[in-house]
């Protein structure tokens, strides 16, 4: 007995904790969902879930020349805590409000609405209602109502969510409205962010640089018109970079993506680096880039806008100035190799040749005899069974068959590949790999690979031979027709120029 006292008690003092909701508006599922909920009469808020009284009530001594007004007012509890975007309507707001008079029975009173959503303040009216809807349901509800957003759509943190409820009743009555899930409001949120958890840099500013490598990966957020800073030491380089990733955030919360500051030691500011800027995906890569920056300890810092925010992460590396050409014109279209790479000076010259026609003679020599034998009378069975049916056949296969067994091997198969088509192909295939965007794995599978033939895969490449010549070790040496027409670097700055007007849209 005494154990089950115990119990009733526990339930008892667990029921009167109130346990904590979070009623932030997010882009979750349900995310945008907020119910009226009231501890008592004077202690109402807007929660995520339906808590609380289910109904409260109240009376009012009024009459047509002496209205009353009755005000509730509903805070968000807990406040917001995440960055959120604001949708241009208000999917639904319903309040299940029931007024008993003395005459007309249950109705609906005059109602006005406020809600408060960060900036953004919208005003909600509706008419007296004297009679239930058709289904029975009593209360006032508002559907695709728009969101007055003239100072904005964007809710930013700690910001106020608040719905403030005035009815007027003009004669005495009894006053109900109805919680616990019968009065809710409901909003399509389509996007919204933690900020705390992004903006893992702080605290830094100008003053306070954050001490750091330039080559470390850094993490971070520019939340309004904040500066993010660090110190850092450059070694004696010829090119330093910098590269910056945006994450992708709606239009109206992006901060710019242009010069940033990098300053001395001594406050002096650097010369205007190189800059570019590529998009990827979702996301932005800003690089910039100095060239020859004198060794010593600077501070770089990313300056943000108010009212807005976006994360980022950042990284500096450096580079090697190249001294190679950079257009077709800079090649002097000249190869030398190195002397005595090929020595021709010892072994045989053969010169390839078509096959001979003298086998057309005996093939004539079969037509002539066959021809004689045509026009001569003859009833040897045996001499036409075994010499003219068999001659005919030989004939047939010699002068039509393998003619055209021949022909087909000379034609290139669907299957084979040309010279032309093998370094097309493979120029392609490294373009393609040296997007920054791919992982090293796949690139260096892929550089590394015989003309990028990688594991497993077969080539079947048809060469045209001009000549063979026979070395002193019994190795030949092909000579390939066409082959001396072949320019490399015609097929590289092709490819560049291909990339630079949009036909090639990776690399």
Request: aromatic share 10%.
């Amino acid at each position: 007995m005494k154990w089950r006292q115990r119990c009733i008690v526990i339930l008892v003092l667990l029921c009167m904790f109130t346990v904590p909701v979070d009623a932030s508006l997010t882009d979750q599922e349900s995310g945008g969902m907020l119910y009226f909920s009231c501890e008592s009469d004077d202690d109402c808020r807007l929660t995520s879930v339906p808590v609380g009284e289910e109904i409260i009530t109240g009376s009012v001594q009024a009459n047509p020349l002496m209205t009353e007004s009755v005000a509730i007012e509903f805070d968000m509890t807990p406040s917001q805590t995440e960055l959120a975007m604001l949708p241009d309507v208000l999917d639904e707001l319903f309040i299940d409000l029931r007024v008993q008079g003395d005459t007309l029975g249950v109705y609906t009173p005059d109602m006005e609405v406020k809600l408060i959503i960060g900036s953004s303040v919208t005003d909600l009216e509706s008419e007296q209602s004297s009679f239930p809807t058709s289904n029975g349901e009593t209360g006032h509800r508002w559907n695709d109502e728009p969101l007055n957003l003239d100072q904005g759509r964007l809710l930013w943190p700690d910001e106020p969510v608040r719905v403030r409820v005035v009815f007027t009743v003009d004669r005495p009555s009894t006053w109900e409205l109805h919680l616990r899930g019968a009065s809710y409001l409901e909003l399509d949120i389509a996007w919204s962010e933690n900020v705390a958890s992004k903006d893992v840099d702080e605290p830094t500013s100008s003053l306070q640089p954050k001490s750091t490598s330039l080559e470390d990966v850094h993490y971070g957020a520019l939340v309004g018109d904040d500066n993010d800073c660090w110190s850092f030491n450059v070694e004696p380089n010829e090119i330093m970079r910098i590269l910056i990733q945006w994450e992708d955030v709606p239009l109206e919360l992006q901060q710019s993506n242009g010069v940033h500051r990098l300053r001395t030691a001594g406050g002096l500011q650097v010369a205007a680096p190189e800059i570019v800027t590529k998009a990827e995906g979702d996301e932005v890569l800003t690089n910039y880039r100095w060239r020859a920056l004198s060794p010593g300890d600077y501070m770089f810092c990313l300056n943000g806008q108010s009212d807005r925010f976006q994360p980022y992460i950042w990284s500096g590396v450096y580079a090697v100035e190249s001294s190679g050409p950079t257009d077709a014109s800079e090649f002097e279209g000249k190869v030398e190799y190195e002397a005595q790479f090929f020595d021709f000076s010892n072994g045989e010259d053969i010169e390839l040749t078509t096959q001979s026609g003298i086998l057309i003679f005996p093939l004539i020599g079969f037509v002539i005899f066959f021809g004689s034998q045509l026009y001569r009378s003859t009833t040897s069975k045996r001499l036409r069974t075994f010499v003219f049916v068999p001659s005919i056949a030989v004939l047939f296969l010699s002068g039509v068959a393998s003619p055209m067994w021949v022909m087909a091997n000379e034609n290139q198969s669907d299957s084979e590949w040309s010279l032309d088509q093998l370094l097309e192909e493979r120029v392609q295939q490294l373009w393609d790999v040296s997007s920054p965007a791919t992982p090293e794995a796949t690139m260096v599978e892929h550089v590394g690979a015989t003309f990028g033939i990688r594991n497993g895969e077969s080539l079947n490449l048809r060469l045209d031979i001009g000549s063979a010549y026979q070395r002193e070790d019994g190795r030949w040496q092909l000579q390939i027709s066409g082959i001396d027409e072949i320019r490399i670097d015609r097929l590289v700055f092709n490819q560049i120029f291909e990339a630079r007007n949009g036909r090639t849209m990776d690399g």
